[in-house]
């Protein structure tokens, strides 16, 4: 460009700044085109959104499709195979129950995904050729078949487990299993939270937390002085004297749960229009405390800067966005209801129970139970009897009644369903009561005894194998490890019923079938990924860095954990996370092989209920919920990991 | 430039807010001329073609003019529609073929489509076939919504569950004897829902897998993943009959989990067409009541001592049957050639294992529910 030569030029660089400084009509002001294209774009979206949304709705309707959230509150009345609540109670709580099952499989998937195709991708650079040649064929096998392909081939695979059906030769026997394959699942011994495990996690918390303060000490000193102080090893130190401290001290922390009992009182005690006028003013407020800020952003030394038109509409927005919001709580009380039903249930009906270790509704004392066992009852009688005696209320049953139903073998249930069925054996149309019997298992008359347990105790019994005393030591037995905080369980094989076996959910760990082969279908498929991540890592790694690293005098193993893995990781994380995604997304798979993964239990839902553009927004927040989080997490470490440059 | 685009905006944003509105209060207004939305159309157009279908009637005329009646039919389901190459039979076949004969004198000029649950009712409406005889629920919403009407059912169904003889089932097991247990049921239906609601009432504690496909959830039951398997009882009786474990399972409770009357179905709004179908329906029944079988049919008549009988056969008040817009023998003709409902049922169901006596398939006089109006 030719610059403006001459005093003309100059005279008219003059003119555009004086004209500039001149306050132009608001049709040309660029300050409010700005805004006011925004506002129309905002207008124009909302403009659309109302064409198209009475127009889906009316699509909906021509279909018979509906659109509705109630059916979150209600109840479906349908069973999950497996998961945090199998028999929800609403709507929301059985898609819950799904999004966690398929947070479980993610989330141990993607841990053994991670060891596997660490191992796999190291086994693929090693020098020995078997080694090498087999990690290769791994690889390429894995990885060349479609996962759904896998998961059908490892849940056909399920059907050379043991047989689990007691008429059937061959079949798995009833008992106690360190690790067993049958075709309901695969159980193993596990370590599981037990009666006093919350209370020991809140020792432990305070041992993490004096641990993190060691380590930092430690780690000063260490590195002021020089002197070998040994951090790591003195902040496990710290946290495993607390650890066993917490281990025998912990019903210390008993209190906790009244603690949380007495937040979920005062919670339930908040109207729901006070929370309403609470946020409303909380909105308010932080509308004020935005434009205070922004102001005193404006303020110079010398008094308050002059504000633009910019400045005003921002303010202005600021303000209305408040009030708009401040509104939106107040007329609708929705919102406010459900936060304070989530954080009652939460601290009363979560919380709280997890600190008080006596769950059970039978309150009968162990040398009763003795007694009772002495003259010739089972277990499974007296728990008959302390069914019929709770329910007695309910059933309108008197002593004498009771007597005589356990002296003619009628059960509190037999005695319940007489009352809900018409004498010709059909139900009647309504529950009289509207309210439930509570069963009495066996399992239920003593802290921390299992069903098997109970099984085995009462056959002993009958077999005349054991005495009731010493059938009353084993559950005084059981009662008082019932308080530990956990306990090493073993899989259990028992018969729910004659001629029927099955996995106990309660002893040791659980594996059903649908959930191994999801798992481990996407955990071998995504270790074919991340080996070759993980060999690609270690290759980019400049091969001075090895030779430098031995020319120091560092063995093998030290180059590769000092120097060359940390350099490797910094290149394999960022691909790595994007095998983490697909994992997590990849388990949606597991509806072919009957998983209840949010999926599932979603088409589930969808079928009962009708509700499909419910059910797939709830599934699209889900995964893009968990994607965007999982990815945020992936890049903070990755920003953490990044060489510092300046 | 820049800020003619802004104008551009601002303007089309104006145009699209008056669209919006537009649009708004045509949905508001039914039967609004000036609708261009696809849905308010479409929804339009699929109502006025019943109304049409309904007016116009003639399905009858049609079904003569081609010379065949077209017959909607499963893709298999065993007792009801049984496929074997280009070989129809099965209850709901007959019934197709029983509305042939009526119609034409002659069973055989039946064509058959098979065709899925999905699009049953679409097909029907857009005139692929005549009737649709596939083991079809009749449910209120059906009737209203999806724009079908129902004939008489043919055959009560319900869901059951159904275990092994060899532990200790019966047909008379009752919740409390799954109580424990892990069922299995196919995905697509409400049979989740109904079993879990007897096990809660009945006092029992089950656990439920739902599984992607029919033959999926036998698998599983056989190779012993599942415990008990649940779903219609037709579908149960069915499959244990094709896989051959008619003596080793066995189905119950006594009195179904849920209701499940299956029957024909045919298009709104052709008065003269569903009397055909309920009545050569109904004929099956009275013949059943009367113990008048394909076999002995000629002989009651000969023996005249049966007035209505008579009058079905189209030899007594003539007109009853002529006024239905058929030839005066025709349900005759159904007799004759397909039988009555008892015939129907042990020829194609009896044989899986389903009996008749004591269930809701009996006739009225036996404790069923098979009851047909008097023919006069």
Known sequence: MVPPTGLKGRQRNLAVIVRKQERPPFWRNATILKWAAQLSFLFGFIAIAAVVIPQVQDNLEGQNLTFGWDWLRGRLGFLIREGIDTDPDTGARTILTGAV???????????????????????????????????????????????????????????FFNIIDPTLEGSVEAGSYFLTFTRKGIGSAWIQPWGGFYQWAIWLLIGAVAGYFVHKRQFRIKETTGQETYPNLSALGVLLVFAVIGWFAHPVFSFVGHGAEFIATIIGAIPTIGLQIALAAAAIFL??????????????????????????????????????????????????????????????????????????VVDLPISEIEAQLASGLLLEDIAAEQELLLNAELLNLSRADIDAALASGLTARRIYEAEINNPDGTRKDTNPWGERLVFVPPKKLVDGLTAG????????LGDGLITPAEAGAELQ???????????????????????????????????TRGF??????????????????????????????????????????????????????????????????????????????????????????????????????????????GSLILSSIVNFYNRRLQLVER | MVRRLFVLLVALALVAAACGDDSTSDTTEPGAATTTTAGGGGGATATTTGGDGGQGGGTLAEVRARGVLNCGVSEGAAGFTNIDGSDFSGIDVDYCRAVAAAIFGDSNKVEFFPVSSQVRFDN?????????FRNTTWTASRDTDVGMNFGPTTYFDGQGVMGPISKGFSADSEPEDV?????????GTTSEKNVAEWASLGGATIRLETLETNEDVYTAFIDGSCDMVTTDASNLVGERFTRGFLDEWVIFPPTNISKEPLGPAYREGDDEWADIIDWTVFVTFIAAEKGVTSATIDAAIAAGDDPEL?????????????????????????????GNYNEIYERNLAPLGLVQAGSLNALFTEGGLIYAPPFR
């Open chain 2, 179 to 187: 109580d424990g247990l892990l069922l299995c049921t196919s995905a």
């Open chain 1, 101 to 159: 099952n398929t947070l479980r499989v993610t989330i141990s998937g993607v841990i053994a995904a991670t060891l596997l195709g660490t191992i796999i991708g190291i086994g693929r650079l090693s020098s020995n050729w078997l080694v090498n040649r087999l990690a290769s064929l791994y690889i390429e096998t894995i990885r060349n078949i479609p996962l759904l392909l896998w998961m059908f081939f490892w849940i056909a695979v399920v059907a």
């Open chain 1, 516 to 625: 191994f082969a999801v798992w481990i279908a996407v955990t071998l498929y995504t270790a074919s990924f991340i080996a070759e991540i993980v060999r690609a890592g270690i290759l980019a790694v400049s091969k001075g860095q090895t030779e430098a690293a031995s020319s120091l005098g560092l063995s093998r193993s030290q180059s590769l954990r000092f120097i060359v893995l940390p350099q490797a990781f910094r290149i394999i994380f960022p691909p790595l996370g994007n095998q983490y995604l697909n994992l997590f997304k990849n388990t949606s798979l597991g509806l072919a092989v009957a998983f209840p993964d949010i999926v599932a239990v979603g088409q589930t839902i969808t079928n009962q209920t009708g509700q499909t553009v419910p059910v797939i927004l709830i599934w699209m927040g889900f995964f893009l919920g």
């Open chain 1, 477 to 511: 037995k059981i009662k008082d490890r019932a308080n530990a905080p956990l306990r090493w369980s073993k899989a259990e094989v028992f018969a729910p019923r004659d001629g029927f076996l099955d996995l106990s959910p309660t002893s040791g760990i659980v594996i």
């Open chain 2, 124 to 132: 029907l409406k857009a005139g692929q076939y005549d009737v649709l």
């Open chain 1, 287 to 360: 509308g004020y405390w935005w434009i205070n800020r922004f102001l005193d952003e404006r303020r110079t030394p010398a008094g308050l800067a002059k504000l633009t038109d910019d400045d005003w509409f921002r303010m202005i927005t600021a303000a209305l966005l408040a009030l708009v919001f401040a509104a939106f709580f107040l007329m609708f009380s929705g919102l406010a209801r459900g936060a304070l039903d989530v954080s009652e249930d939460f601290f009363g009906r979560w919380l709280a129970p997890k600190f008080d270790s006596t769950t059970n």
């Open chain 1, 453 to 460: 347990v109970a099984v085995e105790i009462d056959e002993a």
């Open chain 2, 310 to 338: 008579l009058r079905i056969a189209g030899l007594e008040s003539s007109e009853i049957v002529a006024d239905l817009g058929i030839a005066t023998d025709g349900f005759l003709q159904v007799i004759k050639q397909i």
